[in-house]
């Protein structure tokens, strides 16, 4: 009787323990989940405050060739007057006036323009020269296994899953942790660089079992979120790097073959510098 005790509580302690594992299990999906999806409006919102930039230059560009054409009429037309001597005093003060007005606002509109091309060049140079620091740093590894390129005014760096990880796997391997090391040393120097670490997979499920993982969201998330980790215990601060996953949603082939989902399965490291002085700008006009 008691032993039969003793095992009915052995079974019930047990019971406990599974249900507790479970319950963190969820509450750390979720937690990255609510991390993945803000992630995803924040980059929304950057890709969108970009566009709205170059828009406003279109427009301003527009506004200054419209400019230049009234200007160029009135003009014209003034010449025009004052050689067949048709046009009355009062009409060629007006005309002068409204000459002298698009003048006044072409200017301001051209030294706006300028600012703003002067601030666009200088974050294009910013750019160039991060990724030739980047490149630089990062020399002695196999093209295969790390590339780096500047793609809509941002430097992507790009890693192979062999570099990193076994696969399934969200521990990075020494040599990829070399890699990372070589990375932070460059970013701890550029402090108006902000991080972004995007972990992507294949279409290949995860098998099933894998220890606190459900699908490939999981497993890009934990893996962006492990670089994130190695990046800031090598000295770039906390607050400038964002880890996301994308799972199998951004693939860059989409067939079905072997060498496809390889090149699929990679981590891309996004470094923008911060556009502070520009927004500025957009904000007192």
């Known amino acids: 009787m008691k032993k039969n005790f003793y095992r009915a509580s052995l079974f019930l302690l047990i019971g406990s323990l599974s249900l507790s594992s479970c319950v963190v299990s969820k509450k750390k999906y979720d937690d990255l989940m609510t991390r993945k999806n803000a992630l995803e409006l924040d980059k929304s919102d950057l890709e969108q ?5 170059e828009k406003e230059k279109a427009q301003l560009e527009q506004e200054r060739a419209e400019l230049e054409r009234q200007k160029t009429e009135y003009q014209q037309s003034l010449q025009q007057a004052l050689k067949e001597g048709k046009a009355l005093g009062d009409n060629l003060n007006m005309s ?8 006044a606002d072409l200017k301001a509109r051209e030294q706006r323009l300028a600012e703003l091309q002067r601030i666009l060049d200088e974050k294009d140079k910013a750019v160039n020269a991060l990724r030739a620091k980047v490149s630089n740093a990062l020399l002695g590894f196999n ?16 890693l192979a899953e062999q570099l990193l990880f076994n696969s399934g796997s969200t521990k990075v391997d020494p040599k990829g942790v070399e890699a990372l090391k070589k990375l932070a040393a460059v970013l701890k120097e550029q402090q108006d660089v902000n991080v972004v670490v995007e972990g992507h997979t294949d279409d290949v499920p995860i098998a099933r079992g894998t220890v606190g993982m459900q699908d490939n969201w999981d497993l890009s998330v934990l893996r962006a979120t492990e670089i994130t980790r190695i990046l800031t215990q090598s000295g770039v601060q906390p607050d400038r790097v964002t880890p996301s996953g994308r ?15 390889q090149k699929n399965r990679r981590t891309e490291i996004i470094l923008t510098p911060k556009l502070d002085e520009l927004f500025q700008i957009l904000e007192s006009a």
């Not at 199998?248 to 060498?259: G, H």
């Open 143 to 158: 093209d295969k296994d790390l590339t780096v390129n500047i793609r809509n005014g941002k430097v992507y760096v790009s």
């Open 96 to 103: 002068k006036s409204q000459i002298d007005k698009l003048n």
């Open 49 to 53: 405050q970009k566009s709205a930039l």
């Open 247 to 261: 799972s199998l949603y951004v693939p860059l082939d989409n067939a079905k073959t072997k060498e496809a989902r």
